[in-house]
């Protein structure tokens, strides 16, 4: 398959053009013109650009990429090491990253709602990344802790009380623990994203609502693999995908 023909399949249905993104999304880094195999992962390090290396890849498709915005601009230290070792293997780098967060099928909001069990209700928010909805059966913040740590297989932090009664949640990937007010304004009972900042605790005590911070990579893994077995079954091209370990 041509590259420009991947990019084009993979914009179709990820609809890029219509965020406004923190770095490029598409092609990052442009490599051989033929793509026979794509190695997928969540962040583009220079292990998974080994990994692609190592398994002969044409071309590496990711959630986090290059060229953040506000970030140095110059080519020198891991950012030199990593471009170098692309450029040298003529390996292609592709990476989607608000696209793939609101994806309502492939991305990583709808991917976890379905590894967590909730019934999706809608999405909200800057850019529709703020998702909705509630729990199949009504449980507790504990057990709701718990079940999150057995389908990510990393414990989540958990702020409020473990005895609340959680039927409503929001839930956002990644960074988005700025979007907790939002979820109580919502009337969530519980909100889920990857990470957590200082105030998440106070506002956590203040409303009663718990916040569950179950980490930035462990809740943005999913919809990369999601994307990558699409792409598989819709064009034949042989998708592997990279699961790299990273706490955080």
Same mark, same amino acid.
């Given at each position: 398959?041509?590259?420009?023909?991947?990019i084009r399949?993979?914009?179709a249905?990820?609809?890029?053009?219509?965020?406004k993104?923190y770095?490029?999304?598409?092609l990052?880094?442009?490599?051989?013109?033929?793509?026979?195999?794509?190695l997928?992962?969540?962040?583009?390090?220079q292990?998974?650009?080994?990994?692609?290396?190592? @398994?002969?890849a044409?071309?590496?498709?990711?959630?986090?990429?290059?060229?953040w915005?506000n970030?140095d601009a110059?080519?020198?230290? %891991?950012k030199?090491?990593?471009?170098k070792?692309?450029?040298?293997?003529?390996i292609?780098?592709?990476a989607?990253?608000?696209?793939?967060?609101?994806h309502?099928?492939?991305g990583?909001?709808a991917?976890?709602? @379905?590894?967590?069990?909730?019934i999706?209700e809608?999405?909200?928010?800057?850019?529709?990344l703020?998702?909705?909805?509630?729990?199949?059966?009504p449980t507790?913040?504990q057990?709701?802790?718990e079940?999150?740590?057995?389908?990510?297989?990393?414990p989540?932090?958990?702020?409020?009380?473990?005895?609340?009664?959680?039927?409503?949640?929001?839930?956002?990937? +990644?960074?988005?623990?700025?979007?907790f007010e939002q979820?109580?304004a919502?009337?969530a009972?519980?909100? %889920?994203t +990857?990470?957590?900042?200082?105030?998440?605790?106070?506002?956590?005590?203040?409303?009663?609502?718990?916040?569950?911070?179950?980490?930035?990579?462990?809740?943005?893994?999913?919809?990369?693999?999601?994307?990558g077995?699409?792409?598989?079954?819709?064009?034949?091209l042989d998708?592997?995908?990279?699961?790299?370990k990273?706490?955080v």
């Amino acid at each position: 398959m041509q590259l420009t023909e991947l990019i084009r399949l993979l914009d179709a249905q990820l609809e890029p053009w219509r965020f406004k993104d923190y770095a490029p999304n598409g092609l990052q880094v442009e490599g051989r013109a033929e793509v026979k195999k794509v190695l997928t992962g969540t962040t583009a390090s220079q292990a998974l650009i080994d990994a692609a290396i190592a @398994e002969g890849a044409d071309a590496i498709l990711v959630h986090h990429g290059y060229f953040w915005k506000n970030e140095d601009a110059r080519i020198v230290g %891991i950012k030199r090491a990593r471009l170098k070792a692309l450029l040298e293997h003529d390996i292609s780098l592709i990476a989607y990253h608000l696209p793939l967060d609101a994806h309502p099928t492939l991305g990583n909001n709808a991917t976890l709602a @379905e590894r967590l069990g909730l019934i999706v209700e809608g999405q909200t928010g800057e850019q529709g990344l703020l998702w909705y909805g509630r729990c199949t059966v009504p449980t507790t913040a504990q057990s709701l802790t718990e079940q999150v740590d057995v389908a990510l297989a990393r414990p989540p932090l958990l702020l409020g009380d473990p005895a609340r009664r959680i039927e409503r949640v929001c839930w956002c990937t +990644g960074g988005a623990q700025g979007y907790f007010e939002q979820a109580i304004a919502l009337g969530a009972d519980a909100f %889920i994203t +990857g990470e957590v900042s200082e105030q998440n605790y106070h506002i956590a005590e203040e409303s009663g609502v718990v916040f569950l911070a179950a980490g930035h990579h462990a809740t943005e893994r999913y919809g990369v693999r999601a994307l990558g077995d699409w792409l598989a079954q819709e064009t034949g091209l042989d998708v592997n995908h990279a699961e790299l370990k990273n706490p955080v």
